[in-house]
Structure formats: C-alpha cells, structure tokens
C-alpha cells in the first residue's frame, strides 16, 4: 500500500529542536520529508545544517514574495542547498512564477495561495474584495500557466484546485486536536487524504508536547 506523505514543519530557530524532530518522526509507516520556514532558514547555523543533511526530503519554505529578479537571484542564491522543494507566492505575480520556474531545475516550484491563517473576513481587511475560494482558483490557473510543479493551499480547497492544477497538491492547514491555533481554514489529516492532498503539511500537532506520541495519535487517526 502507497504511504502517506507528511512534511513535518520545523518551526524553530533551535538546531537541537529540529535535530529532535527529525530524529522522532523516522517511522515506517509515512512517508516523511522536513520543510524548513522562515524561522529556521534565517537562523544563526539553520542554513549550514541543512547543507548537511543527507537522504532526505527537503522543502525550503521561502514563500518567495517579490519581483521577478529578486525572485530569480534568491532561487540561485540557494540552489547549494538542493532543495527537493520550493515555495514562491502565486501573488508575486506571473512574470515572477515564469522566470522562477525557468531557474528553479531539479528543486520544484511551489506556489502559494491564500494563506491558511486567512479567511474572508481577513481579505477584506487587507482589500481583497473576493472570496478566498475565488481567488485561489484563479491563482491555481495562474500557477499552471507558469507551469509550477505544485501548489499550496488549504484542505478545504483541493476539490477546486484539482479542477484546474494537475500536478501536486500540497495542504497545511491540518488538525487532529482542537487546538486550531492561528490557522482558519483547517481539517483533519484524513479529510485532506479524502479531499485528494499528496502532502500535508503538519506542524504544531507534531513537534509541540511528546513528538512520539503526537504520531502515534496521527497514525492511529490515519487507520
Ligand atoms: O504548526 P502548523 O501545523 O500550523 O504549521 C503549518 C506550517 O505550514 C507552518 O510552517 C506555516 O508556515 C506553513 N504554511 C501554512 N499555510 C500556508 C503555507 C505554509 O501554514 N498557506
């Protein structure tokens, strides 16, 4: 039987902390990659440990927001890391999406909807007269126009977005506790599957408290 996929956010600036992480979540029953954030990524030694990490999966979160050039000179400015993955705000822009994508090589070009901590009311506020399902089908449009290789967005959206984007769907956004936190638009770990997610995103319900527990919960939960 195929394996789940998770990658596990290590949010934290402490190279002990996510040694802990990664040690913790090895298991056989997922298949398990690491995503590091803006935190990690901007931390004291965070880049050089990644450099060092051998045989897994890796995903840098960037959430790259910026124009075209920026875009295009931070993907180079990084590709020593040889990330397995990603992320660049669809918001950017497509001339952005097109020149990251042409530089980005064997490391795939994810692009960033509507963050999951954001909810209609929250658009509003920030000028975003749609709602969030109107603007994230038009960003995953967008996405495969520039050809990207995978797109972000929540669980509650990936019947949409498969409509229109083909290639991998990859959720945060995930809970299997009431602890919702700062994120809006969530569901639990088999809701994602159901919806039809190739990746979940999981974080907080991790790496917060007894990490082998937490999986053991979410494994359980799975079944
Ligand atoms: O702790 P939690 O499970 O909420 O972590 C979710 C992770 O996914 C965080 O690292 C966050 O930066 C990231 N993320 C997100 N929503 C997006 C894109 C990324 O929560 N739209």
């Not at 997922?30 to 890796?58: A, D, M, V």
Request: aromatic content about 6%.
């Amino acid at each position: 039987m195929k394996k789940n996929k998770i990658f596990v956010a290590c949010d934290s600036n402490n190279i002990q902390k996510v040694k802990e992480i990664i040690q913790k979540t090895q298991n056989s029953k997922l298949k398990i990659g690491y995503k590091f954030g803006l935190e990690f990524l901007n931390s004291k030694n965070g880049r050089k440990f990644i450099s060092k990490l051998k045989n897994k999966i890796i995903f840098g979160d960037y959430k790259l927001a910026d124009i075209p050039n920026t875009c295009v000179s931070t993907i180079k400015a990084v590709s020593d890391l040889k990330f397995n993955y990603l992320t660049i705000h669809i918001s950017s822009g497509l001339n952005a999406l097109k020149a990251a994508k042409k530089v980005s090589g064997k490391t795939k070009l994810i692009g960033v909807t509507i963050l999951t901590s954001l909810d209609n009311k929250s658009l509003k506020e920030i000028g975003y007269n749609k709602a969030v399902k109107s603007i994230v089908i038009k960003q995953a449009k967008l996405a495969n126009k520039a050809k990207l290789d995978a797109i972000v967005c929540s669980p509650m959206e990936v019947n949409l977005v498969k409509k229109v984007f083909k290639k991998e769907i990859i959720t945060p956004g995930i809970r299997f506790n009431s602890k919702a936190g700062d994120q809006k638009r969530t569901l639990t770990p088999k809701q994602a599957y159901k919806n039809g997610s190739d990746w979940l995103v999981i974080g907080r319900p991790i790496t917060e408290g007894n990490i082998k527990n937490n999986l053991r919960n979410l494994i359980n939960h799975l079944k």
